[in-house]
């Protein structure tokens, strides 16, 4: 029976990013085609840490990766409503089969692409282009009369002889670039549009369009909840006799007392008494203060 030599190819590239990615995360990959999700391998990262004189291994936070034999873009058409509701940092790898190397790409602009559009929405074909430098968060997703194209950055390139143990530094860059979209994804998740980047020295970002537009006011007020839970800890931890810090926390209380009021104030006039939705502990919350 013949076999289809590009699948074997494919599967090749798989087993030596197995390989290399076993060198640093705990892999899942799934195993046939019933569980095919666009998706080649799960990874949950690990530190290895020195304890009672064995080398124990801690594990971080999970990954995806879709892996690739070339950096041609990848159309991500067929996965863009399953990847809008997905909560893990996704990447594509690139595998030299003749360098036994994987490159890993950062899907780092899906939050803004999702925070922009929705998939239902999107009649366009949607590309992923693997580019070696990080560009203006601002530029990361482009559209054109033909294609939406999302910018993937290269986060590290690692090689079969890379030994994790040797080099502790090995995925910092990994972990760290993971780290950010893991947040942002909660960003999205939360109807917040509020991004951090993993440039260094690092940037915030702020996407602000429609898609907000339902949500911004209590996402606002909820913060304003906190800050007024945070008060009474401040409170509590003023230096004793110093007048100066509880006249500044007085002043600084009554500031916040009176935003809640006439925020509450103006949303009753512009939303009745629903208040725009004031959430219960957020009122409760102020009901403590005089």
Known sequence: MPHLYSFRQGWQSENIANAILSEFSFVSQP?????DIGIDFFCTLFKIVRHNQTNQLYPKLTISIQIKSSRKKVNLSKQITGLEDFRLPYFIGVVSKAQKALTLFSGEALPYFYSKYSSAQVTKPVYAKLEDNRVNPRNMVN??????????PRVCRITIMDKYFQTPTLIDDLLRVASIIQGNISSTVLKEFYFLTPD???LEYILANSKALPHFRLNFVRRLGEYLAMLDIVRANLPAGNAQM???YQTEEQEILDLYDALYALYQQLFGQAAGGFPTVV?????QYP
Do not use: D, Y
Request: net charge negative; aromatic share 4%.
């Open 31 to 35: 195993t046939n085609v019933s569980n």
């Open 143 to 152: 559209e054109t009369a033909t294609e939406i194209e999302i910018i993937f």
């Open 200 to 202: 260094v020295p690092q």
């Open 246 to 248: 509880q006249q500044l």
């Open 283 to 287: 009122a409760n919350l102020r009901a």
